[in-house]
């Protein structure tokens, strides 16, 4: 399995920035896709996830009402659309994959098998 994520940069507060993950190497069918997050100095957090069979989706409560996790079955690719983007947004982020979906979890780095490389983003007042 391989994830690309793309799509951050700088923008200010208030701006919207929309990351992709392009998915390869595997029938996604039964997989979770999700975002983390990290910051300088901190843990890696849990943003959002999806389930690529039935687009159903978690998130983290510090994002819900901002941020939108969806998914593009025909091209393999998965987005995090970033709305009202606010300074402690700013992080390196990630997006991992879980080959099958666990009930009840999906919201910690030790959930997911696979990661992609970061993308920064970097959120100014």
């Known amino acids: 399995v391989q994830l690309q994520a793309s799509g951050g940069g700088l923008v200010q507060a208030g701006a919207s920035l929309r990351l992709s993950c392009a998915a390869s190497?595997?029938?996604?069918?039964?997989?979770?896709i999700g975002w983390f997050r990290q910051a300088p100095g901190k843990e890696r957090d849990f943003v959002a996830t999806i389930r690529w069979g039935t687009g159903m989706t978690r998130y983290a409560d510090s994002v819900k009402g901002r941020f939108t996790i969806s998914r593009d079955r025909a091209k393999n690719m998965v987005y995090l659309q970033m709305d009202s983007l606010n300074p402690d947004d700013t992080a390196v982020y990630y997006c991992?994959?879980?080959?099958?979906?666990?009930?009840?979890?999906?919201?910690?780095?030790?959930?997911?098998?696979?990661w992609g490389q970061g993308t920064q983003v970097t959120v100014s007042s």
């Open positions: 190497g595997r029938d996604f069918s039964n997989y979770g």
């Open positions: 991992a994959a879980r080959p099958r979906w666990l009930v009840g979890g999906m919201t910690k780095p030790d959930d997911y098998e696979y």
